[in-house]
T-cell receptor, first 114, second 112 residues
Framework: DQQVKQNSPSLSVQEGRISILNCDYT??????FLWYKKYPAEGPTFLIS?????DKNEDGRFTVFLNKSAKHLSLHIVPSQPGDSAVYFC?????????????FGQGTTLQVKP | KAGVTQTPRYLIKTRGQQVTLSCSPI?????VSWYQQTPGQGLQFLFE???????NKGNFPGRFSGRQFSNSRSEMNVSTLELGDSALYLC???????????FGPGTRLLVL
């Protein structure tokens, strides 16, 4: 059973516009969330994280929003750039020590058109 | 600081053989986790080592094993390779506290 879900396999946006990537989770005990960006044949690159004590975290063009009651988080990229085209994964640390095991969503492929 | 390094980057093996992959974490990081990425299953957790001890384990058969050395470098071994083991194998390191994991570039394994 998928504990972390990204229901949109792909998203296409125009350069300069906002990209919104969504992620849902099932376990209310999850208290830390991460977003990674991945290019083909490379390892995921950490983008931004959020703790459950917050509902928003910003880093430059990237903002993550957390809605604990809905068990939903979203990643906003503004403005979107062609170099943002990649696969985006949300991930949750879960396991002994609460960090060593990341559960990943299925990923959303973002295409930013020039 | 240097990032996470993995060797080799590419590997071709035949069914029934075994393979060993290596991962060097970021300096000072004591936790190393391994993941398998396949088109059908996405990114799946294999196991995590912290201070030379396996701390977490995913749902993979016993053919998949690992170890960690005193310098935090880790190796992953797959015995009796199957075609379905063809994947990108990623390792990630962290300090071992609750925080971000940083990934290496991966080893692409092809089993023929």
């Amino acid at each position: 059973d998928q504990q972390v879900k990204q229901n949109s396999p792909s998203l296409s946006v125009q350069e300069g516009r906002i990209s919104i990537l969504n992620c849902d989770y099932t376990n209310s005990m999850f208290d830390y969330f991460l977003w990674y960006k991945k290019y083909p044949a490379e390892g995921p690159t950490f983008l931004i994280s959020i703790s459950s004590i917050k509902d928003k975290n910003e880093d430059g063009r990237f903002t993550v929003f957390l809605n604990k009651s809905a068990k939903h988080l979203s990643l906003h990229i503004v403005p979107s750039q062609p170099g943002d085209s990649a696969v985006y994964f949300c991930a949750v640390p879960h396991g002994s020590g609460n960090t060593g095991k990341l559960i990943f969503g299925q990923g959303t492929t973002l295409q930013v058109k020039p | 600081k240097a990032g996470v390094t993995q060797t080799p980057r590419y590997l071709i093996k035949t069914r029934g053989q075994q393979v060993t992959l290596s991962c060097s974490p970021i300096s000072g990081h004591r936790s190393v986790s391994w993941y398998q990425q396949t088109p059908g299953q996405g990114l799946q957790f294999l196991f995590e080592y912290f201070s030379e001890t396996q701390r977490n384990k995913g749902n993979f058969p016993g053919r998949f094993s690992g170890r960690q050395f005193s310098n935090s470098r880790s190796e992953m071994n797959v015995s009796t390779l199957e075609l379905g083991d063809s994947a990108l194998y990623l390792c990630a390191s962290s300090t071992g506290q609750k925080e971000t994991q940083y990934f290496g570039p991966g080893t692409r394994l092809l089993v023929l």
